[in-house]
DNA sequence: ATGAAAGCGCTAACAC
DNA sequence: GTGTTAGCGCTTTCAT
């Protein structure tokens, strides 16, 4: 390929003349690594500010050193969720250097597999997934070759997965209650995928919260969704056409909780005073739905950067593995919740 | 780095040897390069499947090939805008076997000429420049090497650069227009970056649909924004500071208009009633604003996919230089614009 | 403290 | 049609 060998790429070859010293003294700068007299590293130092010396990264890479990238593996970016995520962990890259190599999956096992096999086999340094959907699939050869990676949103297969995740038990739990203290008993719920633990928590948290005030669990409440808009909308029609419909609903995340909003605008509903309706998440667009949706707030941006620290951590030293976190909900009250109208 | 070797990754080599061929011919037949005997081909094909033969990319790109990973160079990543622009971009790309390296500058310009000259060192074979702040900076040495690039929302310094842009200066002529149809005469404008070209152009449309219609064209009425949300709300407030004040205000994006609703709320100014509102890009929060946001949209997603397959067309044949396209705006009209109520 | 040399996995001439 | 060979730019022993 022409366009990609030109004669002004200055490697550390060039430096190394330059500088007068041989090209693994260059290396040795660059990387800090071992003894260098500081006369002769300045003399290094100034001959690379010279030239405008910048390391090629795959050269490093491929030669055993830092590829300096993490490999982030995620559904789909063009979500206001991941876009707070990706807050945080663009937040830390930054001033760690670091840069991100993304992929998006769309909700493909194979392409999970596959491009977990790719970015280990060193094009990056370590993994960052976001909800990853089949982690049984790769995690037992990312950990057979010691390879940094931190789960976003979702536990791993055992104890021993680095994760950061929500209090989605106690948040679905405070949901359901926030809902039954103001007066309901007929509390719709419409599910995320159920196999993601985040969606099966919020699931348990909400029933119970129910047991816990002596409210039987009625299964025709509940109906799966996917965490997608449509979901909610459906799920909403479904919750109103039971011969007894639910007073309240709540949706396992904003997304679904905005299509069920739809759906009660279709259907003349006013929220709250027809009915009240809780989200997850708290995404940006919560707080301007109208009405302004009460919903269970997630740190996502405090989520993306504390995985992304606990990520080059670990990079930075293979022998301290961090510790999974569990970081705490929290009930944001708005105005889409309110006594029910009987 | 141990975690980075292991003796689980098999090579071009191991191919090689369990196909009995010489690891050139393997190579051969993993890029589809020059001609192999069928025969051989399908013994290598065999060997690749059997032993789950995966290319090293940065051994691929250091060798000079095709590194099979695009540049995507962004202000920010977490917008709506730019989730729409990369849904585009997402898209091609899944259909191409490419992957995507992210570089978000948040507007500093040092950084922007760093990643692109670390870009076009190799890492990846073509780069994609969503509304970069500095062309000129690098654009030089990108056409040096023959580097492909591609432009998004702002054009490069001049013909020879390849770019995907909308209509601007017709949107901003457009909503202006429907404003004055309406019945406006007194149209405050909040622009956004104005070292953009695609700020500049929706003021000058604005302009000339003023000029147009016969209406002068007051200084007092354009308060310069950064198409953040905070100055919209800014500049709202500055134009209903005014002497006399506008009756309409024609923001020059979707997120400085919503700031404007909020100061409009906040003044207890009924939307569009007492002042009406235009916004531009039609992200997909303008839908559900309080009113519905009346707006140029923008074909973001069809940019990102556009742009993606002029890079990876021009990628894939060095010598067709693909031609900049600018795509048509269109008026949405919504609730946020009605006649002005003097 | 620094230089020499091997090799990471691959592509691309160049032979045959 | 296929094998041989020389790097790509760097990190890392191993010498000195």
Chains 1, 2 share one sequence.
Do not use: C
Request: a negative charge.
């Amino acid at each position: 390929m022409a366009h990609k060998k030109t004669l002004t790429d200055i490697t550390i070859i060039d430096v190394a003349r330059e500088a007068g010293v041989s090209y693994s003294t260059v290396s040795r700068v660059v990387n800090n690594k071992s003894y260098v007299k500081p006369e002769t590293r300045e003399r290094v130092t100034q001959a690379m500010h010279r030239l405008g010396y910048q390391a090629n990264l795959q050269a490093r890479s491929l030669a055993g050193g830092h590829s300096h990238v993490i490999g982030l593996l995620v559904h789909n970016m063009s979500t206001q969720y991941m876009g707070e995520i990706f807050r945080g962990i663009d937040d830390v890259l930054a001033t760690h250097n670091y840069e991100v190599m993304l992929y998006t999956t769309h909700r493909r096992r194979t392409k999970e597999s596959a491009y977990v096999n790719m970015m280990a086999r060193g094009l990056a340094d370590g993994l960052l997934i976001v909800l990853p959907r089949q982690p049984e699939a790769y995690i037992e050869s990312l950990r057979a070759r010691d390879f940094p990676y931190v789960l976003i949103d979702q536990v791993g297969i055992d104890e021993h997965d680095v994760s950061v995740t929500a209090t989605n038990f106690q948040g679905g739990y405070d949901a359901t209650t926030h809902l039954i203290e103001l007066g309901h008993r007929r509390i719709g719920k419409i599910t995320g995928w159920m196999d993601m633990v985040s969606a099966r928590d919020r699931l348990e948290g909400y029933k119970a919260a129910l047991s816990d005030h002596g409210i039987p669990v009625d299964p025709e409440l509940i109906v799966i969704g996917d965490f997608e808009k449509i979901s909610g909308y459906q799920g909403a029609a479904t919750l109103l056409d039971l011969a007894a419909p639910p007073t309240a609903v709540f949706a396992s995340n904003d997304v679904m909780a905005q299509g069920a909003l739809e759906l009660f605008r279709e259907r003349s509903l006013q929220v709250p005073q027809d009915i009240s309706l809780v989200g997850f998440d708290d995404i940006p667009i919560a707080a301007i739905l109208n009405p302004p949706l009460t919903t269970l707030r997630q740190p996502m941006v405090e989520m993306g950067r504390l995985a992304t620290q606990m990520l080059l951590d670990w990079i930075s030293d293979p022998e301290q593995k961090p510790a999974s976190v569990i970081l705490p909900t929290e009930l944001i009250h708005r105005e889409s919740t309110s006594l029910p109208q009987s």
